[in-house]
């Protein structure tokens, strides 16, 4: 099974409307860490937000909010107030701690291609 | 810039050749993190070293192999090269590793063509 499902290929959205992009991961490990990145065409890969699996809030970071829904085992990126330069692949992301807590495990989603419309 | 340096920036070479990818993390990160990303496979763990050990291995093929030295850079092999090893190769790095949130710091990437 897939540890990070992101099921939309490419979004569009109206420039400053809000955008969810969705994101499933699957575990069973009791502590992880969920992440969302951000991929512009030049390539350089920028940490957005992060929301630690006994977080009891959902994370925000300026106009970044993750949607933490930890039973459906979801970990949505929401936009608000879309803008030109957040045209990007944005990439969901899990790590697990390795069970003897020596080091980390990585799991990407394969990406969602978001594109801001003026 | 995120502090996190990795050259060459682009590496062409052929097929059989062995090459090495270099990363320095950002000045008082301990972890190195390298990832490979190519169209058909995504986004894809390889390895972690802390502090010079390594700590996680992902899917990182038996021709790679990987190392971080005392100053804490840390070089990426890659032997017996293949079409398929054309990606972009990423190092991260992070202060720590475990428990609490923290962000990890990608480098621009080194851009690997296996002609």
């Known amino acids: 099974a897939q540890k990070i499902t992101q099921t939309q290929p490419g979004m569009f959205v109206q420039e400053k409307e809000a955008v969810t992009l969705d994101c499933t991961y699957d575990t069973s490990d009791p502590s992880y860490g969920l992440f969302w990145y951000k991929q512009p065409s030049s390539g350089e890969m920028i940490f957005l937000i992060y929301q630690g699996s006994y977080d009891q809030q959902n994370a925000t970071e300026g106009r970044y909010s993750l949607n933490f829904q930890k039973a459906r085992k979801s970990a949505n990126l929401v936009i608000s107030a879309s803008q030109l330069g957040d045209s990007a692949m944005y990439f969901c992301?899990?790590?697990?701690?390795?069970?003897?807590?020596?080091?980390?495990?990585?799991?990407f989603g394969t990406g969602t291609s978001l594109t801001v419309i003026p | 810039d995120s502090g996190v340096t990795q050259t060459p920036k682009h590496l062409i070479t052929a097929t059989g050749q062995r090459v090495t990818l270099r990363c320095s993390p950002r000045?008082?990160?301990?972890?190195v993190y390298w990832y490979q990303q190519s169209l058909d496979q995504g986004l894809q763990f390889l390895i972690h070293?802390?502090?010079?050990?390594?700590?996680a291995k992902g899917n990182i093929l038996e021709r790679f192999s990987a190392q971080q030295f005392p100053d804490l850079h840390s070089e990426l092999n890659l032997s017996s090269l293949e079409l398929g090893d054309s990606a972009l190769y990423f190092c991260?790095?992070?202060?720590?590793?475990?428990?609490?949130?923290?962000?990890?710091?990608f480098g621009p990437g080194t851009r690997l063509t296996v002609t």
């Open positions: 992301a899990m790590r697990e701690i390795i069970i003897t807590n020596t080091g980390n495990q990585f799991y």
């Open positions: 000045s008082g990160d301990l972890s």
């Open positions: 991260a790095s992070s202060v720590g590793f475990s428990g609490e949130s923290y962000e990890q710091y």
């Open positions: 070293y802390y502090n010079g050990e390594e700590r």
